[in-house]
């Protein structure tokens, strides 16, 4: 559907709903392929607020990698408000991808973010609202296939009724594995087409079940966004991002994200500062953040900060750096941080007494963290 005709379509519900912007889509740097002429479709549906949704990095990445594929198109979807779907229902409207405004229903794949439990019950709101059966063995040959990869994917129990496969691991090529195989079989049953897509790397299928290997990535150049859509009001991360360290070795005993990241894979210098600054000149953005689960674990962090100092001199860019550990933070790291602009640094102690901290393997003393 084009712009004018959804616009012309939903006129009645945007004007009633809160935050119409985040319906609408057409966002600034959004790829916008075109739906009819894909080989193969899939919408990367986030289960939370379009704010939260828009900021998630790894939402991102496969968004990047699908789309600079010319066989196929990505699109996005995000959990609407209260108020939008009961205007969707009140209307008979099923939900629809923002940039093809094409309904969910409508796609070969959807690809759901399981990044926290919570995220359940909002994946069946979807279904339900797309008009999609929610249970697997309801659907029939035009339904979308639906995946679920993060965090929640490696234990996959909890949804074998509704999610028809899991990604576990890291998604960059195995996405496109599954869009390519799935283009040769597209007209076999679904049920085959479940099974063969199980057989690739990394890949589990409640309806055929077996031991799945997890799908290891070296985060590349290539696979890297140095462009993503820019939300039409602020995101809850409103900046420009690069991932420079995936994995943590530090394995304290609640952190979810450390134990399903392994190995650790660190990015080369000279490709993280390239990519900060190719994302900034792309973007407009004022900021950008080095990503990581530690971030400053990694080999040359205040080598890579001085660079990119120099680089943004006199430009009012900033840096952020999240998860920062105690015993790994200098003093010349604080100084590199302020050259540009005052930047916010968060060091987490987990902990008030040293009893908790060594229960919970965070190895900070009191001594360091003061």
Wanted: aromatic share 8%; glycine share 4%; with cysteine.
């Amino acid at each position: 559907m084009n712009s004018k005709d959804f616009l012309t379509e939903y006129r009645n519900i945007l004007h009633s709903c809160e935050r119409p912007s985040r319906y609408i889509g057409d966002e600034f740097l959004s790829a916008n392929k075109d739906f009819n002429s894909a080989e193969g479709t899939i919408a990367f549906v986030f289960p939370d607020k379009y704010e939260i949704g828009i900021s998630n990095f790894g939402h991102k990445i496969l968004y990047h990698v699908v789309n600079s594929n010319p066989k196929y198109m990505a699109d996005r979807a995000y959990a609407p408000d209260k108020d939008f779907l009961e205007l969707l229902n009140k209307n008979n409207k099923p939900l629809y991808a923002l940039e093809s405004k094409e309904p969910l229903n409508k796609f070969d794949f959807l690809g759901f973010a399981l990044q926290y439990e919570m995220a359940y019950t909002t994946l069946l709101k979807l279904l339900e609202s797309s008009k999609i059966e929610v249970l697997s063995k309801n659907r029939d040959e035009h339904s979308p296939i639906i995946m679920a990869g993060g965090p929640c994917a490696y234990n996959p129990k909890v949804l074998d009724e509704f999610v028809d496969l899991f990604i576990i691991g890291d998604g960059e090529e195995v996405i496109i594995e599954i869009l390519d195989l799935y283009t040769k079989i597209k007209n076999l049953p679904r049920a085959e087409i479940l099974k063969q897509l199980s057989n690739i790397e990394g890949v589990y299928c409640p309806l055929f079940p077996k031991k799945t290997k997890k799908r290891i990535f070296i985060p590349d150049k290539k696979s890297h966004p140095t462009t993503s859509p820019i939300s039409h009001f602020v995101s809850v991360h409103d900046r420009a991002t690069v991932e420079i360290r995936r994995g943590c070795g530090r394995l304290c005993r609640f952190c979810q994200s450390a134990h399903t990241n392994l190995p650790i894979r660190e990015r080369k210098s000279e490709d993280i500062v390239s990519l900060a600054c190719d994302y900034v000149k792309n973007t407009g953005y004022d900021e950008y953040s080095l990503l990581s689960l530690s971030s400053n674990d990694h080999t040359h962090i205040e080598e890579i900060i001085e660079k990119l100092n120099i680089h943004f001199k006199g430009t009012g860019v900033n840096v952020s750096l999240p998860s920062q550990r105690a015993d790994k933070f200098s003093l010349k790291l604080a100084e590199l941080m302020q050259q540009e602009k005052k930047s916010t640094i968060t060091l987490a102690p987990e902990a008030g007494s040293q009893r908790m901290r060594d229960i919970i393997n965070k190895n900070l003393s009191e001594e360091q963290i003061l």
